[in-house]
């Protein structure tokens, strides 16, 4: 099963930036970048976000353009600071992907992407080659959270905190059937094949890629951001 790893660039338009102003748990603290601490660590430039437009730069609207031209619909959001350290820069709301998803909040344009993509190229193809029929939504425990990373009181934040990162709990099937994470991981051959098809396909997408191998804390889903360089575990 042929899986492209990431939606080809395209040429910018000239009514790219028209169209784009209208239109868990954190990865382990080695491989947190240095903008993901606490005020009182090391100083690293920041998005504005107290008043700044979305989808301002060239990046930005590039992503932009790419979720329309995938057939993604979504709404793009202002730039919000959160306090607290935890903010959202040119985040979306994904609408329609192709496939439901479930508990949605605000993601980065490039998580938002990556994760349609993986969607469609990934978990849907991978359906229908292993149980013979289609996922019809994909669970997740959400994006957007202001806290550190494994919940605690004190520590980095999470990559959740910046809108980066997506916690996939598991899938739901015409027939049915739900692949879940907790169970299905280590589950009947079928399931474990499944899974572990789209946790290879995850680490070639984004930049963090946490599995229940991982940790006790990650027993229950796939932990996904675009933090790190393709820590995969």
């Known amino acids: 099963m042929a899986i492209p790893t990431v939606l080809k660039p395209r040429m910018l338009v000239a009514a790219t930036a028209a169209f784009a102003l209208s239109a868990c748990f954190g990865a382990p603290d080695v491989m947190k970048r240095s903008d993901a601490k606490r005020p009182g660590a090391k100083t690293v430039q920041r998005p504005q976000v107290t008043g700044a437009p979305s989808f301002t730069?060239?990046?930005?609207?590039?992503?932009a353009f790419d979720l329309k031209q995938a057939g993604v619909r979504f709404t793009p959001l202002p730039n919000q600071d959160h306090g607290g350290g935890c903010s959202s820069i040119d985040s979306v709301k994904l609408l329609d992907i192709g496939t439901p998803v479930t508990n949605l909040g605000p993601m980065t344009c490039p998580l938002a992407r990556n994760f349609a993509a993986w969607a469609q190229y990934a978990v849907r193809p991978a359906a229908r080659k292993y149980f013979g029929t289609e996922v019809v939504k994909i669970e997740t425990y959400g994006t957007y959270s202001c806290r550190n990373i494994y919940g605690g009181r004190?520590?980095?934040?999470?990559?959740?905190?910046?809108s980066n990162a997506i916690d996939v709990a598991g899938f739901v099937l015409a027939d049915g059937r739900r692949i879940m994470l907790d169970g299905g991981?280590?589950?009947?051959?079928?399931?474990?094949?499944?899974?572990?098809?789209?946790?290879?396909?995850?680490?070639?997408?984004?930049?963090?890629v946490l599995s229940p191998d991982y940790n006790a804390a990650h027993y229950n889903h796939f932990h996904l951001d675009m933090s790190g360089n393709g820590f995969c575990r």
Request: charged fraction near 25%; aromatic fraction near 10%.
């Open 57 to 63: 730069s060239t990046d930005a609207q590039q992503c």
């Open 154 to 162: 004190s520590g980095r934040l999470s990559q959740h905190a910046y």
């Open 185 to 208: 991981w280590k589950g009947d051959r079928p399931s474990q094949d499944f899974l572990r098809a789209l946790h290879k396909s995850a680490c070639r997408r984004f930049g963090t």
